[in-house]
Structure formats: C-alpha cells, structure tokens
C-alpha cells in the first residue's frame, strides 16, 4: 500500500462549489504539506502542518482552508471554487531534518 | 530573492552524454538537500540526498554540494531517454524550520 494516498485523483467541479481533498499517510510523520503545481511554475506551498495543533499558511493560501483530523490526515478545502484553482494539487509528509517528502500521487482538479 | 534557485531550462542532450543540473540556495544554515525526478503528471519522486560537503554517487547519479558555495548539482552520466523529466532541487533550512524547493529544470534527453 502507498504510503501517502490522496481523494480524489481526478476532480471536475464547477465555479462556486465547495470541493475536499483528502490526504493520509502511513509513515507516522508529525509533518504534512499541500501543494499546487501550475505548468512552469514548480510546487508552490499552500499550507502545512508541523502536528495536529499547529497550522501555517503558505504563500498561496487565499481561497484555501485546511483541516488536520489526525497525525495521518489532512484535508484541504476549496470553499468556493473557481477556474483559477484547476491545477495539480500535492499532499506530501516528512521533510524535518534529513528526512526527505514524500508524496502522495495527486490529484488533478479542474473547475470549470 | 528565492530560497532555491535552479535553471528552468528546457535542457537537451544527447543519449548517452552527462546532464548536469544546478542548483543555489541562500540560507546558510541549511543542512539538507534533496534531487527529485518529476514525470510530466506524476509526483515527486526523490533520487539522491546529500548532507555533505563532496560528492555522492548512486549509479549513474551523482549529486555534488559545496556549501561555501551555498551550490548543490546532480550529473547524470550516460543519459537515457527514460531521464527525460523535470529535476527539483529541494533544501531543508535548519535556520527556518523549512523545505524549500525550487522551480525544477526540464531536462530532454534526445535518442
């Protein structure tokens, strides 16, 4: 089994609709990521999570909301979404010290 | 200035040549620094991590880091097409507390 998965992999919507993704992990990591990916613009940070009481934004996080149920899960929300969110969205674990990220597969999100 | 600066690229070689790929960053307190391959689509995948000053090799990868530098590379030797991807040079600051990345570099290699 992964051991980061992410809800849904494919996602279409539409403009003004509220949309979940979902993201566990199985390694036990204390920290947890959301990430967007535009062509050309690399991974540009959303929000993140060093444990379950403590979440920070990242330099993208208008339109945004997330949630942290558990060391294992964390869930971002788009409350009302519109076109400029379709994008690649990735949920990934770790990266304190010399412990590297790891990601989850994605999920592809289109609003159209 | 940006944490993580890399050459966006496109980059194109020959199969069977060396790619080499760069990579800055500006906090002198980072301690740890990763390559990542991207498949167009795909997640981040990690293929080496260097915590040392030198070189360190897996294969045909060979990741290099001079911190006086504050510059970290990867050389692919005998470069096939399967390398075709995007590489991410990843940087974990122990002055901040964070992971950075930078904007990755395409890389073709052409058969």
């Known amino acids: 089994d992964a051991d980061v998965t992410q809800t849904p992999r494919n996602r279409i919507t539409k403009t003004g609709k509220r949309i979940m993704l979902e993201c566990s992990q199985t390694?036990?990591?204390?920290?947890m990521y959301w990430y967007r990916q535009d062509p050309g613009l690399g991974l540009r940070l959303i929000y993140y999570?060093?444990?379950?009481?403590?979440?920070n934004k990242g330099e993208i996080s208008d339109g945004y909301s997330v949630s942290r149920q558990a060391q294992a899960k964390f869930s971002l929300s788009l409350e009302s979404a519109i076109p400029n969110q379709t994008a690649l969205y990735f949920c990934?674990?770790?990266?304190?010290?010399?412990?590297?990220?790891?990601f989850g597969p994605g999920t592809r999100l289109t609003v159209l | 200035q940006k944490e993580v600066e890399q050459n966006s690229g496109p980059l194109s070689v020959p199969e069977g040549a060396i790619a080499s790929l760069n990579c800055t960053y500006s906090d002198r307190g980072s301690q740890s620094f990763f390559w990542y391959r991207q498949y167009s689509g795909k997640s981040p995948e990690l293929i080496m991590s260097?915590?040392?000053?030198g070189d360190k090799e897996d294969g045909r990868f060979t990741a290099q880091l001079n911190k006086a530098s504050q510059y970290v590379s990867l050389l692919i030797r005998d470069s096939q097409p399967s390398d075709s991807a995007t590489y991410l040079c990843?940087?974990?600051?122990?002055?901040?507390?964070?992971?950075?990345f930078g904007t990755g570099t395409s890389l073709t290699v052409i058969p």
């Open positions: 260097i915590y040392s000053n």
């Open positions: 999570s060093f444990d379950v009481k403590d979440i």
């Open positions: 990843a940087v974990y600051s122990n002055t901040g507390n964070q992971f950075y």
């Open positions: 990934s674990t770790g990266g304190s010290g010399t412990d590297t990220q790891y």
């Open positions: 390694k036990g990591h204390d920290r």
